[in-house]
Structures are given as C-alpha cells and as structure tokens.
C-alpha cells in the first residue's frame, strides 16, 4: 500500500483524494471557466470523475506519485499534483483551483510545495507541463517555478507548449 504524503504550505493542505471529494471534484470538472484551457474532453458525468479518481489513485500505487486535493481555511479548493501518462518517460505537473481561490496564488504555491516533495523523494531527471499557449496565468506559474519552454506537443488533437522542470 502506497502512503501518500501530506503536503502544508502556510496557506494550503494538500492531500490524498478521499471518496468525500467526489462531488467537489465533479463540480470543478463541470466549471467550464476551470476547465477551458484543461482538454479532457467533453463534461464529464459523475461516474467519469468517479473513474478519474480512482486512476489518480491509481498512479500512487504505479508511480509512487499522483493527484491531490488542494484545501484552504475554506475547504476545498482544487486538484494539484502528477499524472504520467502511458508511454510518457516523465511525469507532469497538472492543477486545477476552484475559481472561488483564483488570484491567490495557490497554483504557485501548491506546485512549488509539490514539486519540492518530488524532487526530495523520487528525484526525476525531469518534470513536464503541458500549457495551452493562451493560458498565460499557467504560463507565468511555470516561469515563476523555474520551469523552461521546449517546443509544443500535440494532446488530444491540441498542440499545447511544453514546459519542463529540472532538478
């Protein structure tokens, strides 16, 4: 059994996706302001985000690594962590914050906080981000994190910038 760690910044929690979160994660897949830059598809129904939790839980048994819940002082407040998709040779970093915290940093903070814990315990050569070119809001996060840019990738029949950390 994998032990997915617990994650504190002095603003925010970031921890393991519990059967609890359901209805919070489908209302977050179901924002179409969250998920316009996303491209995962069509809205989802709950039984799909039902299945994107289990396989998020999935990656921390197969990968030692995975998706969190984001929370503040308010509760929940989005999805943050990796996903390593078949085939990839590295994870990437992913997030989605509720729209009720946008403007407070929390994707700076949540990824830092992530990616500082990945770094420490599994130390990849590389980590990936996937930014549609005009979601300038994830671009300046990844800049900010030290990120670079290396070309675009096509997902899903969308060509997407790639961003890539290293230790």
Known sequence: ???IPVLRTSRLTLRAIRVEDHADLLALACDP????YMHEGPTPT???????MAGALGQWALRGYGMMVVEDREGFAGRLGFFHPYGA???LLVYAIASRAWGKGYASEGARAALDWIMATH???????????SNTASARVA?????IPEGTTDWTGVTLDVWAYYP
């Not at 130390?123 to 070119?133: A, E, L, Q």
């Not at 800049?143 to 990120?147: I, R, T, V, Y």
């Open 1 to 3: 059994m994998t032990t």
């Open 33 to 36: 302001d969250v998920m316009r």
């Open 46 to 52: 709950p039984a799909d985000v039902w299945n994107r």
């Open 89 to 91: 040779t590295a994870p």
């Open 123 to 133: 130390r990849p050569r590389r980590i990936g981000s996937n930014i549609d070119p």
């Open 143 to 147: 800049q900010k994190l030290g990120a």
